[in-house]
């Protein structure tokens, strides 16, 4: 138990402070911190934390500047932790973008890779070449084809700059053309063509084969491409008719959805004239005869085209003096040099491919200019001279492989296109010089057909109607069973040539009937007129001329019933091979 307190320890009362004492006097109403009186600003009132940036200002102070206001109010709202916050968002986003564009970029790498892979394995190119040069052959070869690669017409400007940019490389001897010199001091010098002729026989074959594709490929987009104009600055090619200048007034409307319109200061020539190319293969060192010969032909054919006819004929007999230059012995036995005519004399002396080539572009020749005597002497020449030579069943003549048709199987495209890239590509052996009389082969028979087609139409046009349609029925059955026989053969120039010469036939079959139908109407109605007036036999003739016209009609219809069925078949092989495909407009 606790002592009891002392009273001395207590404050006496007396000396203890007097608190003032309290008064009821006004409360103090502490005002929102919204809400403020200026002199609150000076003075603010004992309570809750005056916050200035969350009152608004009185009207009589100016307002800050925009830049200071937004630099105040973000640098309130980002803090240190939400800064790192938003680097760190920013430079994910980063990194995933970049990691999304160098994948998609890869992807079109693949993509782009896997592509020239197909077409190097349909159109093979001089593996001794770059990766350019190889580049730019196999490009152009495959927008020749533009039904192998899903398109529908050539772009014959981008085949000119692919082809133009390859002759460049090949013909400088600091890239690809090491080993490459000059003919005769300069080479030869062509009036209107300029210094052609080079000596590449120092070359690889595979090299001045690459070469002869090259030059050809750019002197038939210089056929294509004669009377465009390019437009440099636009980077567009357009037909002279479209381009705006002083020599065009009036110029063609633009097709619709093209913008651009080409200006004739800024144009110049789209392709050098295709005589360029043509002679520079055939005064070029180097190229065997058959690569020769085809420049002739190609260049003689572009000659009729342009309606030099005179100017064609000499070319053909050059193209006659290049076939006969590789024969051995004596040519006169086997061809007439004035005119091309075979001679077929018995024995061992056949003509050579290249000898009936020319002789067969001879008479096309010479029917196009109207001397149907000749024309009909060449084709009947060439024709028995085929149909000496000699059988075989195992000749096969070596060419580059052809390219393989789109498919809409994805998985087969797909294990296609694994094999191209793992499989290296063969480049193909060579093909002959044509210096040697050709084979009779299943597949030779087309181009019998095709001589009998010639024939027939001569013959109808010119002599005996009956003549010219019996032998154009028969050039149609002959190319109709060599399509069976051929079947799914792989020589698929075979089987295009036979459905071509089996779609001229029927049309030139279809066209004579239907004259022979016509006239034999006009007969049989003229002759009813006759029989009218006539005292004896009129009647007889009218109803002679009757049977006539059933006759034609009656074959008519055997006929459309033929093409009907032959259809399907003509199309699956030559539907876009019979097309000779032409270049879209301003590309």
Known sequence: MLPPRSAIGRIQSHIRPVLPPRTSGPNVHLRPFTQRTRLQLLSPAQGRPQLPFLSPLAPARPLPPLSIH?????????????????????????????????????????????????????????????????WCLRSAAAQQNPEEIGQLMTNWPMVAGYLRELLERLEDPEIEGKGIIEQDEGGFLVEGVGRTGLDVSAKSEPWRRGYFQALMGAAKAAENLDGWLTDRKQRISAPAEYVVGPSNPRPKPMPVGQKKVPQEEDCEQASPSPESFYMKVLTTRGFDTRQKLDAALAYADWLDFKGLGQTAGDMYTWALDIAAGGLEGDVSKIVDMKNGVLKNSKGADLPSENLLRVSTALAVHNARQGNLPTALSLFTSVLQARRSLPL??????????????????????????????????????????????????????????????????????????????????????????????????DDRDARTRCAQCAKVGLENWKT?????????LKEEQESREQAKSAWFGGERRAQAKTLERRRWEAEDAILEDRIRRLFPLLEGESGLDTLAPNSSLFV
């Not at 992807?107 to 990766?131: A, C, R």
């Not at 001569?458 to 190319?479: H, P, Y």
């Not at 004579?512 to 034999?520: D, E, G, N, P, Q």
Request: proline residues 8%; hydrophobic residues 35%; neutral net charge.
């Open 70 to 134: 937004l630099r105040q109010h973000f640098g309130r709202l980002i803090s240190t932790e939400s800064r790192e916050h938003y680097k760190r968002r920013f430079s994910r986003v980063t990194k995933l973008s970049l990691s999304f564009y160098a994948i998609l970029v890869l992807f079109s790498v693949v993509k782009l890779g896997v592509y020239q892979e197909d077409i190097e394995h349909s159109w093979p190119t001089p593996p001794e070449w770059s990766w350019k040069s190889r």
């Open 512 to 520: 004579m009937i239907s004259s022979l139908v016509a006239r034999s």
């Open 392 to 489: 075989s069943e195992d000749f096969t003549m070596p060419a580059f492989p052809p390219p393989h048709k789109n498919s809409n199987d994805i998985f087969a495209s797909l294990f296609k296109s694994i094999r191209n890239v793992l499989v290296p590509v063969t480049y193909p052996e060579p093909l002959p010089s044509g210096d040697k009389p050709p084979q009779r082969t299943t597949a030779s028979a087309c181009e019998e057909a095709g001589l009998m087609t010639y024939i027939g139409e001569i013959l109808f046009a010119s002599s005996s109607k009956e003549l010219g349609l019996a032998w154009t029925r028969d050039a149609v059955d002959m190319a109709e069973s060599t399509m069976l026989d051929l079947g799914k053969s």
